[in-house]
């Protein structure tokens, strides 16, 4: 396909599982990005690879979260003993490269609900 | 930090009405603006965007100007059609550093019509 996508579409988690989201970006696109969207609210960066390196991760909102791209595409989010209050849609966008006149194309979203 | 601060929806207006979303931002130096989209069950997609002030963007009918001295990029479009029911979200590109680590608004609803 020609977009970003991402599987699940939607996860249901018990308070305390791990989970992992998974973000396959557009061919060739270096920059992905990870965003969370609480409800009602506009996305939150989260985390920026180029190709493999994570060069920041300064919106992750714990050592609970990690993020990779071991081979530079495939991206994966990993939540460790989620919380309540980490339900929200997880979205990632990748561009092909990281320049202000370098669109951002998203995927839908992975809806995670944490109960 | 950065901040942008957008109208609250819903906003309901009849097929063919002016559509006006207001958007203030805070930001050091000089960022990029822009306005995405979020149709129903679809992901968010960029409608248009300016980097410069002065600038206005446009795309699809909207437009937005990027205005300084008001720290502002107001989304307008003359005429509005059902299609448009979606959700408006405005953001902002930092001066420096990562250009894709959005700052954005919480997001304004509009439903159209007929």
């Known amino acids: 396909g020609a977009g970003v996508s991402q599987s699940p579409r939607y996860k249901v988690a018990k308070r305390g599982q791990d989970v992992a989201l998974r973000c396959d970006p557009i061919s060739g696109h270096v920059s992905l990005f990870w965003y969370q969207q609480a409800l009602g609210q506009g996305p939150e960066f989260l985390t920026y690879?180029?190709?493999?390196?994570?060069?920041?991760k300064s919106g992750l909102p714990s050592d609970r979260f990690f993020a990779e791209r071991p081979e530079g595409s495939v991206s994966t989010l990993k939540i460790q003993r989620t919380q309540q209050e980490d339900s929200a849609v997880y979205l990632c966008?990748?561009?092909?490269?990281?320049?202000?006149?370098?669109?951002?194309?998203f995927g839908n979203g992975t809806r995670l609900t944490v109960t | 930090g950065n901040s942008v601060t957008q109208m609250e929806g819903p906003v309901t207006l009849s097929e063919e009405a002016f559509l006006t979303i207001n958007c203030t931002y805070t930001?050091?130096?000089?960022?990029?603006l822009f306005w995405y989209v979020q149709y129903p069950g679809e992901g968010l997609q960029l409608l248009l965007k300016?980097?410069?002030?002065?600038d206005k963007g446009s795309n699809k009918g909207f437009e937005a100007t990027y205005r300084k001295e008001t720290t502002s990029f107001h989304l307008e479009k003359g005429s509005v059609q059902v299609s448009d029911s979606a959700v408006y979200f405005c953001?902002?590109?930092?001066?420096?550093?990562?250009?894709?680590?959005?700052?954005f608004g919480t997001g304004t609803r509009l439903q159209v019509t007929l």
């Open positions: 953001a902002l590109s930092p001066y420096t550093g990562t250009a894709s680590k959005l700052t």
């Open positions: 930001a050091t130096g000089y960022p990029s």
């Open positions: 966008a990748s561009s092909s490269r990281d320049r202000k006149n370098s669109p951002l194309h």
């Open positions: 690879f180029q190709n493999e390196a994570q060069l920041d």
């Open positions: 300016a980097t410069k002030a002065d």
